[in-house]
């Protein structure tokens, strides 16, 4: 069945860069995209980034695009999500999440808890 | 950006109770909007998915329904294991975007 697992879980400084991963597999890989969102504690959901992993190509939120880069590794296959200059408000759980041809979120990953404190 | 706001954002209920949450959105987002369900400490689950269609293995008992701007989910009966936290999604254009929650809490 389709899974889409991410890396553990990270406590990091102000100012440092993380970078998660989500390891995919059950399905075709270049036939579907990968997003990434994000929920602070007891917050709702905020789409962060999307990546075309048949081609590389990315998109993202507007206000976070100048600190966050999705990379994919086709050979594994596993998709990337670096955020940079990390600040308090940072800290949330991040999900990849699988999307078909017409955007429909269908499956998530488990999760990774990423805080960010001094 | 399409906003969408969700309500109510709590809700108590009981077993075997049926309950309806509303979702209206911002702007004509057609029938591209999807049903998640999120237990506490877990990742979102689809539900529904093009306004009213369920994805596989999801109980009868949820429906949903609606178009344009506004849209319901319907869960019949509810089950203890219903007792969670349901988000609206609309997946038109990007960014996609999220409304803000509805808890289901046990009366």
């Known amino acids: 069945q389709v899974q889409l697992v991410q890396s553990a879980t990270e406590v990091t400084k102000p100012g440092a860069s993380v970078k998660v991963s989500c390891k995919a597999s059950?399905?075709?890989?270049?036939?579907?995209?990968i997003n990434w969102l994000r929920q602070a504690p007891g917050q709702g959901l905020e789409w962060l980034g999307w990546?075309?992993?048949?081609?590389?190509?990315?998109k993202y939120l507007e206000h976070l695009q100048d600190r966050i880069t999705l990379t994919v590794d086709p050979t594994t296959p596993t998709t990337y999500m670096e955020l940079r200059s990390l600040r308090p408000d940072d800290t949330a759980i991040y999900f990849c999440a699988r999307t078909d041809y017409a955007d429909y979120i269908d499956s998530w990953g488990q999760g990774t808890l990423i805080t960010v404190s001094s | 950006d399409i906003r969408m706001t969700q309500s109510p954002s709590t809700l108590s209920a009981s077993v075997g109770d049926t309950v309806t949450i509303t979702c209206r959105a911002t702007q004509n987002i057609h029938h591209w909007l999807a049903w998640h369900q999120q237990r506490p400490g877990k990742a979102p689950k689809v539900l529904i998915f093009k306004a009213s269609k369920l994805e596989t293995g999801v109980p009868s008992r949820f429906s949903g329904s609606g178009s344009g701007t506004e849209f319901t989910l319907t869960i019949s009966s509810l089950q203890p294991d219903d007792f969670a936290s349901y988000y609206c999604?609309?997946?038109?254009?990007?960014?996609?975007?999220f409304g803000g929650g509805t808890q289901i809490q046990i009366k």
């Open positions: 059950g399905y075709h890989f270049q036939s579907y995209n």
């Open positions: 999604q609309q997946y038109t254009s990007y960014p996609l975007t």
């Open positions: 990546i075309r992993v048949s081609n590389g190509n990315t």
